[in-house]
């Protein structure tokens, strides 16, 4: 059976920062894409970041490049989300996703992830 856990959300004021991480169990972990995605209260599920399963690369919306850092731990079966220069708007629920994949590029639609977490949530007072 398949789990994602997700930790390390809370509130926090603008301009600080938080980690997020995320414990998979049930997979072969270095054989699976990661990706983070958020969902905001009334909005629409969003790609946030997502890395290979080799890790060392990273892939990023557009609205957390040079804020947010995603890493990987083969060896731990987790992956963290770095977020730094937190916004009010980046308050939201949180989710880890996970894919099977062995290929080089990393897909940033939900959709394309089967196995998700219960989420965390992020909330950044201004």
């Known amino acids: 059976q398949v789990q994602l856990g997700e930790s390390g959300g809370g509130l926090v004021q603008a301009g600080g920062s938080l980690t997020l991480s995320c414990i998979a169990s049930?997979?072969?972990?270095?054989?699976?894409?990661m990706g983070w995605f958020r969902q905001a209260p009334g909005k629409e599920r969003e790609f946030v970041a997502a890395?290979?399963?080799?890790?060392?690369?990273?892939k990023y919306a557009e609205f957390v490049k040079g804020r947010f850092t995603i890493s990987r731990d083969n060896a731990k079966n987790t992956v963290s989300l770095q977020m730094n220069g937190l916004k009010a708007e980046d308050t939201a629920v949180y989710y880890c996703?996970?894919?099977?994949?062995?290929?080089?590029?990393?897909?940033?639609?939900?959709?394309?992830?089967?196995?998700w977490g219960q989420g965390t949530q992020v909330t950044v007072s201004s």
């Open positions: 049930g997979i072969t972990f270095s054989s699976y894409d």
């Open positions: 996703a996970a894919r099977y994949s062995v290929r080089s590029t990393v897909l940033t639609t939900g959709d394309d992830y089967p196995y």
């Open positions: 890395t290979s399963w080799r890790g060392g690369d990273g």
